[in-house]
Structures are given as C-alpha cells and as structure tokens.
C-alpha cells in the first residue's frame, strides 16, 4: 500500500510534538553536528558476534545480535543482558553500541529487533503493540537461559528510550529478569496520552483515538496505509527543538540505518491506526512487582525525556537509583560515547548479575 504521513505541528489529531514531519529544505549547519563524540557504528574487535532468531510466545519469530566476550572458554557460562532499541528505531541505532560495549566488560549480550520493526517477524510492519514489545524481552531470556555459554540465574536488561518503558513492563511480571536499567527512559503510553508536561487535553486526546478508529475502517476497505510521528526527513530553523534533536541522529550519517527490504520513508513512522495502543500502555504501574530487583536509570539532566525517568524513580520500590548525567541531552545518550556513562552500567549489572 502507499504510505502517507500526518503532520502532528499542524494538528492536534496526532498525538506527538516529537514525532513531526516538517517540509521545508534541510538546515546544513545543523546537519553537520553530527560529531562531538558520537559513535553509533562502532565495531569492537574485542568480541565475536552471532546472528540469531528465536521465536516469542506467539511464535513470532525475533532476530538479535548475540556478542561473546573474547577468550571465552568452550564450557563457560556469563551473566547476559538484552539490550532493546529506541521506539521506532531498530537494534543497529544505540542497542548494538551498547551491546558491544558491555561484551566488552565480559558480559553476554543480546541486542534485538522487536517485533514489527528491523529483522523481527510482524505484519503490518511499524505496528505498535506495546504488549508484544515486552513479550520479546522475556522470549529473549528464554533463548538466554537455554544458551550453552550463559548463566540463566543471571540475566539483565537495558531498555533504551522506549525499550526502557517495554523493559519495564516485562521485568513486572518476568522475575527470570534479576537487574533492570534504562537509559533514556520514554514511557509511550504517557507520552501518548499526554504529551509533555500534561500538554494534551481530554479533547485532543478523543480527537486522535477517533482519526485512528477512521483510519482503521480505510484501511479494512484496501484504503492507503498512513503513518505518524518519526523523525522529519527535512527541518530548517524553524524546526521545533526535539525534531532538530532527533533529525541528528536519524537523518544524518550519525544513525541513519535502513533494514534491508525496508524504506527510508517509513523509518521510525508507526502506522497511524495502531499509535493508539500506546492509551492503553501504563508500564510505570504496578512497580513494586520488581523489588527487591534493582533497577537503574539513566538520564541526561538536560533530556526532554527526564520527566519519565523522574516519575519511574518515584514509583519504584527499593533498591533504585536516578543517575543523570550531567550536560547530556535524550539522543547524547544513544551514542555519545564520552557521555554515555558505560562505567555506570558495567558496575551495576556487574553488583547485581
């Protein structure tokens, strides 16, 4: 089907001030700060990597990258983690970085696609079902705890961005999970529901579950598939901040990646009529079904995105942390690697796995 796209800054019926579709030509200053540190296609020669599928719950079949770290012997077993993308973003932007470099600290690690986007199974593709997101994580940790080279008592996870949200959501009802991080935190279901800073009235909110229902009967009739929110394929300086933000690292050699069989108009675009699943996703409930689990999250003080990590923080039962870091914005944290606090990470998941 033709995809089409709905602008969310110039209407109040798509529920993202972040997810926009600007149409005006690219800003080449601002394309060119693409740098300062950033390392999303790192290659570490330190470990081996493996291509892997297994299939989740519903016989959904899951691809990852699985790393071993170096020198390991044929009988040893390590403590493991699964790394999960950004929402809307696939394994090889931000989890394979921070697989490798985790392999590097001796651990096992599992970066994967979820289902619907990358190499993982799921029709129509960008469909959202948060739901299905978390199941992957835990099917993960099957294909983990049935792994001759990992420890099956000792499994964590790392959920970037919006993986933080589904990570969480698995880990409550998942205790195979015993150490639990994020960086980056979204939860999409607030997100979704409110906007930032509870900018999203009631009425708005009603407005865009009825365009998705609408959207729901053209599409039964063999009507065109329509998309929302990702990242803008143009900006210019008018752009709005976070789309600036996000256009860096998704638009630009910086992260830019589309899976093969896949096009580059439809990278991070959920398809419009499933976006309201997002109402009905509240990870953050419920959180003390992970204690005496530890959980880790990680924020830059200067992220858009703090507000997720904060509220997590204050739900969550002991033992927790809030470590921010400091100067770091929401995408520095995919793949600054001098920002990215890795150490951090490496400690906690070695105290706790």
Known sequence: MKATFINPFTSVLICSALWASATLAANNAHTAQVSHGANNFYQSERISMQKVTFNNQYHMQVTGNLYLPENMQADERKPAIIVGHPMGAVKEQSAVLYAQKLAEMGFVTLAIDLSFWGESEGNPRNAVLPDMYAEDFSAAVDYLGANEHVDAKRIGVLGICGSGGFAISAAKIDPRMKAIATVSMYN??????????????????KQVIAQAAAQRDVEFAGGETQYTGGTPHEINDDSHPIAKEFYDF?????????????????????????????MNFYPFNDMELISPRPLLFISGDQAHSIEFSQDAYARAAEPKELYLVEGAGHVDLYDRVELIPFAKLGDFFNTHL
Do not use: C, I, W
């Open 188 to 205: 999409m279901g607030a997100f979704t529901r409110n906007l930032y800073n509870q900018s999203q009235t009631l009425a708005q909110r």
């Open 250 to 278: 998704y638009r630009t050699p910086r992260g830019q990646y589309t899976p093969a069989g896949s096009s580059p108009e439809l990278t991070t675009h959920p398809t419009l009529s499933s976006n309201t699943k997002f």
